[in-house]
Structures are given as structure tokens and as C-alpha cells.
């Protein structure tokens, strides 16, 4: 499987994922650290891939997602951006319904 389609592949399994530096524990950057403790505080199960130890990745998504810095957000197979975007959203307290609702839709 080409590494494209393994990225292809964990964004469509996975209904809320975060391609970070990093892990939501232990984030290896400030921008990746925000965006995870955003998506911490809904309370939604996410998964996340660490770019940090997966360079092929972190060479190819920006390509494939057409978002040049991480962390980067998928929710039910769309970008939803990056930290700062991250941050707006739960801000404004779109984040946790959005979550929910792809969380829900995967379980439905």
C-alpha cells in the first residue's frame, strides 16, 4: 500500500484524528499541545498519529491535506485546520458538537 493511501486510510477509520508532533500526553510542540488540549477537553476519544516518529508522513500529508504546518485536524475525513483553528473553534463552543456528532456518526 503506498504511503498515501495509508494516510488516506487512517483519516477515513478514524472519525475525529490528530496528526501532531508529539502525543496528546506528552506534545512535543506548543502549537500541537493546543489543538490537543482542545480536543482533550471535549471529552471525545480521538486517535492521533505522532509526525515526530512518522517523518514519511510529516514529509507527505501537507501535500495530500494542502495544510503546510501540524498539527492538523480530521474530522469524519475533513481538515478542519490546524491550532489556531483548533483553539477558535472550541472557543467558540463548535468544537465538542462537532466531535460529538462525527464520534456518534461512526458509532451509529
Known amino acids: 500500500?503506498?504511503?498515501?493511501?495509508?494516510?488516506r486510510e487512517q483519516i477515513a477509520a478514524h472519525p475525529v484524528i490528530l496528526y501532531m508532533k508529539g502525543t496528546p500526553?506528552?506534545?512535543?510542540?506548543?502549537?500541537?499541545?493546543k489543538a490537543a488540549a482542545a480536543i482533550?477537553?471535549?471529552?471525545?476519544?480521538?486517535?492521533y498519529v505522532?509526525?515526530?516518529q512518522a517523518?514519511?508522513?510529516?514529509?507527505?500529508?501537507?501535500?495530500i491535506s494542502e495544510w503546510p504546518t501540524f498539527p492538523q485536524l480530521f474530522v469524519n475525513g475533513?481538515?478542519?485546520?490546524?491550532?489556531?483553528?483548533?483553539?477558535?473553534i472550541a472557543q467558540?463552543?463548535?468544537?465538542?458538537?462537532?466531535?460529538?456528532n462525527a464520534a456518534g456518526r461512526k458509532a451509529g
Do not use: H, W, Y
Not at 1 to 7: D, R
Not at 40 to 47: I, L, R
Not at 92 to 100: D, F, H
Open 40 to 47: 482533550q477537553s471535549t471529552g471525545v476519544p480521538f486517535a
Open 92 to 100: 467558540k463552543g463548535e468544537l465538542k458538537p462537532m466531535l460529538e
Open 78 to 88: 475533513e481538515l478542519v485546520g490546524g491550532s489556531d483553528i483548533v483553539a477558535e
Open 50 to 52: 505522532n509526525v515526530l
Open 1 to 7: 500500500m503506498s504511503l498515501e493511501n495509508t494516510i
Open 25 to 33: 500526553d506528552m506534545p512535543q510542540c506548543g502549537f500541537s499541545a
Open 55 to 63: 517523518p514519511s508522513i510529516r514529509e507527505k500529508l501537507p501535500g
